[in-house]
């Protein structure tokens, strides 16, 4: 199987990721954050480098779902090649970020990427209001995250909730702001209680 957790930039993705790994078992496969040679640049200059990173994230994205797709075991996978283009990509075209002809030469790749590989079998996603996202960018203390503007968290937020409306795969709406699935075990019961209804049909222990 083919599990996604999704939300925008502190939200949780990479901590969800790997505690549902080590409690179920399965591989996880985190997004490349530490060896990305375009993400600093980005941020210093959004104008400049979105293309390059789009790129970037596409390439790699669609690495992981060909072994994924080979794959004899389930993988959990932090964040989807789908937030990358309906999410990031076309927020930073909504931005001007990217001129029409990158654009489109981007969507062409990502079609005929979409005809080689399928859809997840579970996506979940991490609701978080921008206040909630901006204490966990700061408590995590990346240099290059912390001159982000409050205007692109919350454009991403809109984006986030337009995408998983239209999303039309199994998918899981996780509540963040109230919870701490890092520090609270019951809070963690409960999200993987709705995997298991939701993957295995299994009755809630609560």
């Known amino acids: 199987m083919h599990i996604v957790v999704a939300g925008n930039i502190g939200s949780g993705k990479s901590t969800l990721t790997r505690m549902l790994a080590r409690h179920y078992g399965w591989e996880a496969r985190q997004e490349t954050v530490e060896g990305n040679p375009y993400l600093e640049d980005y941020y210093r200059d959004l104008h400049r480098w ?69 859809m997840p079998d579970l996506m979940i996603y991490l609701r978080a209001s921008v206040p909630h996202l901006v204490g966990n960018i700061q408590k995590r203390g990346r240099d290059y995250e912390q001159t982000m503007q409050l205007e692109y968290l919350e454009k991403l937020n809109r984006r986030y909730e337009d995408f998983i409306e239209r999303y039309e795969g199994r998918k899981i709406i996780v509540e963040k702001d109230p919870i701490d699935f890092e520090h609270n075990p019951r809070d963690f019961a409960k999200i993987a209680d709705q995997i298991d209804r939701t993957l295995f049909g299994l009755f809630s222990s609560y």
């Open 50 to 118: 979105s293309f390059n990173l789009e790129v970037f994230f596409l390439k790699e994205r669609f690495r992981d779902l060909i072994a994924i797709s080979k794959a004899s075991h389930t993988v959990v996978q932090d964040r989807s090649i789908f937030e990358g283009v309906y999410v990031f990509m076309q927020n930073n075209k909504d931005m001007g970020n990217l001129s029409d002809r990158d654009y489109d030469t981007y969507m062409e790749l990502f079609e005929q990427m979409m005809t080689v590989v399928k």
